[in-house]
């Protein structure tokens, strides 16, 4: 038997191996990817970190619909955003030392904690040739890479102790933005032909103004302004999100924090948790091609009906930024990103795009719902991503980075969740258990086997 032929022969058996129906689930109440019937989490731990809500749990039973609320070590992400915006202030940096402690820092605190993560920005050098000798095709790939090297420049790589931990937190938090932007620059140089540029990181800049200073040098105020509310906006989404568990699980087994943290951006890097906004930012491109009165209610929703019939744009039956697992009357974050949006677009000139953009949104969650005819009784919103990637865009963000964006600015939450991890009481290693539904077979020994 020819050797190529095996990767096939084994290839099919999987269409019988794996096979598993559906109403076997229900048999053994087992939650399909960890949710209840109702659509919410499976509870599988605590934390004092972030709170994600967008329903209550009423008395009689079942879940009713609310307004959804991100809470950050117990503060409402709205004030947090609002206070930083009167206060015409950088504040990634701030939300980090919260997440990180609990508490949000004085001056004092605040200035130490600039200072430590502008001094632990720049790279090792071997960590700067390696990324150059890449050469890879995908960010996140090299950014896992390269966090997976810097266990070998820690002096105390498998130190879980707290002050290792968050020694090597601030660290991941200050290099992620340098190893994107030299990730990203080395990838244009040699797939585009561009000229190489290497800007080391600036003393007294933001981690926003600096990414964006490393990666294009030139930017505006709002620019950088709104890249910064943007990383406050998805520092942390709770312990359920699929990467955030998957750190919390690695770290469970005592592992390292860099395998910890590659483990979390190998998740991330799945379409179905990190790239999200990237099918936002195609679809919309799309949407702009095939719809000809940007104004008209009637097109639009003409269109949104093909597209949940499967008949136009992927044939997926979705609409990409639509819907959340958890918020159902509204995401904050898309909320608040909209009130960025709508300025960094009037700076740009883009003023109508997001008009149409705005007026897509509403015409969406309309159009799902009707088309839906409110059966299964969910409310749904329009999520961060359906403007994020339309931010990036008007900052000149290349799609390249939109995923890995989402880890630097992550990268807080991750981090938190790994000291709580190894830090509160009664802590265990994290063992779920399935069910085998294969009866067991007698073994035949190889000569008699067809």
């Known amino acids: ?24 689930f229900t048999q053994f109440n087992v939650k399909r990817g960890l949710r209840n019937e109702d659509g919410s989490g499976v509870l599988v731990g605590l934390t004092k970190i972030g709170n994600v809500v967008g329903y209550e749990r009423m008395p009689e039973g079942g879940l009713k619909a609310i307004p959804g609320k991100l809470f950050y ?17 950088f504040g990634f940096e701030e939300v980090a030392y919260l997440l990180l402690s609990g508490n949000l820092p ?33 960010i996140m790939n090299i950014l896992a890479r390269s966090v997976l090297e810097m266990y070998t420049f820690d002096p105390n790589p498998d130190d879980t102790s707290r002050d290792n931990l968050m020694r090597q937190s601030i660290q991941l938090i200050s290099k992620f933005p340098t ?23 600036k003393e007294n800049l933001s981690i926003a103004e600096n990414f964006l200073f490393m990666l294009k040098k030139d930017y505006t105020e709002l620019e950088a302004r709104t890249l910064d509310l943007l990383l406050v906006l998805q520092a942390e989404h709770g312990g359920g999100n699929n990467s955030t568990f998957t750190v919390r699980v690695t770290s ?44 008209s209610v009637k097109e639009i929703d003409k269109y949104f009906n093909c597209m ?23 995401d904050p974050r898309a909320i608040l990103l909209k009130e960025l949006a709508r300025d960094l677009a009037k700076e740009k000139g883009r003023e109508e795009e997001f008009a149409f953009l705005e007026l897509l949104e509403d015409r969406a969650i309309e159009t799902f719902s009707n088309f839906k005819g409110n059966k299964s009784g969910k409310r749904v919103s329009s999520n961060v991503d359906f ?11 290349p799609q390249e980075i939109y995923t890995p964006l989402f880890a630097m600015s992550r990268i807080v939450g991750w981090t938190a969740h790994r000291i709580e991890e ?14 085998n539904v294969l009866e067991e077979r007698p073994y035949v020994p190889i000569n008699e086997r067809i």
């Open 1 to 24: 038997m020819k050797k190529e032929y095996i990767i096939y022969k084994l290839s099919e058996t999987v269409k019988s191996s794996c096979k598993i129906e559906n109403e076997l």
């Open 73 to 89: 070590r117990g503060l409402d992400v709205e004030d947090i955003v609002h206070g930083l915006i009167a206060d015409k202030r």
């Open 106 to 138: 004085d001056k004092e605190e605040l200035d130490a904690f600039l200072e430590l993560i502008n001094e632990n920005m720049p790279l090792e050098q071997k960590t700067t040739m390696n990324i150059l000798d890449l050469e890879g095709q995908n």
């Open 179 to 201: 190893i994107i932007a030299y990730a990203y620059n080395i990838f244009r140089h040699s797939t585009q032909g561009r000229s190489l540029h290497i800007r080391h990181p």
């Open 252 to 295: 469970s087994t005592g592992t390292d924090t860099y395998s910890a943290i590659a483990a979390g951006i190998g998740s991330l890097k799945g379409p179905l948790h990190g790239g999200a906004n990237l099918q936002v930012v195609d679809m919309f491109n799309h949407l702009k091609e095939n719809i000809g009165d940007w104004k």
């Open 308 to 330: 949940l019939r499967k008949e136009v744009y992927d044939k997926s039956g979705l609409i990409y930024g639509i819907g959340h697992a958890v918020y159902t009357i509204s």
């Open 387 to 397: 403007y994020s990637g339309f931010v990036y865009e008007m900052i000149g963000l």
């Open 422 to 435: 190894l830090n509160f009481e009664g802590k265990r290693i994290i063992r779920p258990a399935y069910k």
